[in-house]
Nanobody, 124 residues
Framework: QVQLVESGGGLVQAGDSLRLSCAVS????????MAWFRQAPGKDREFAAGIRWPGDNTYYSDSVKGRFTISRDNAKNTLYLQIHSLRPEDTAVYYCAAGNRILFINTAGYYTHWGQGTQVTVSS
């Protein structure tokens, strides 16, 4: 079974940078889509960034575009989210997600596998 494990979150100040990682294990194929979602306290889970391969096309929400970069390292079997210029409103639990039949990349209901999440807290 596919398993996803996030890491890299923490407590940082506004303007700082972070790199989140998602280690992937189990059976996958080259057509799988992966994404980062985030959920702030009292809010619905929202899409942040996604990637489809083998084409490696990337997609971003308006709130993170220009500050977040999603990428993957095939040799390490790991998905990354590089974050710059963090803002207090970026505070959330960040989740890694994966699926092989994703109609809309920004819709959480299509994904079949999720990690446990990693907390990112940004102070003013």
């Amino acid at each position: 079974q596919v398993q996803l494990v996030e890491s890299g979150g923490g407590l940082v100040q506004a303007g700082d940078s972070l790199r989140l990682s998602c280690a992937v294990s189990g059976r996958t194929d080259s057509a799988w889509t992966m994404a980062w979602f985030r959920q702030a306290p009292g809010k619905d889970r929202e899409f942040a960034a996604g990637i489809r391969w083998p084409g490696d096309n990337t997609y971003y929400s308006d709130s993170v575009k220009g500050r977040f970069t999603i990428s993957r390292d095939n040799a390490k079997n790991t998905l990354y989210l590089q974050i710059h210029s963090l803002r207090p409103e970026d505070t959330a639990v960040y989740y890694c997600a994966a699926g092989n039949r994703i109609l809309f990349i920004n819709t959480a209901g299509y994904y079949t596998h999720w990690g446990q999440g990693t907390q990112v807290t940004v102070s003013s």
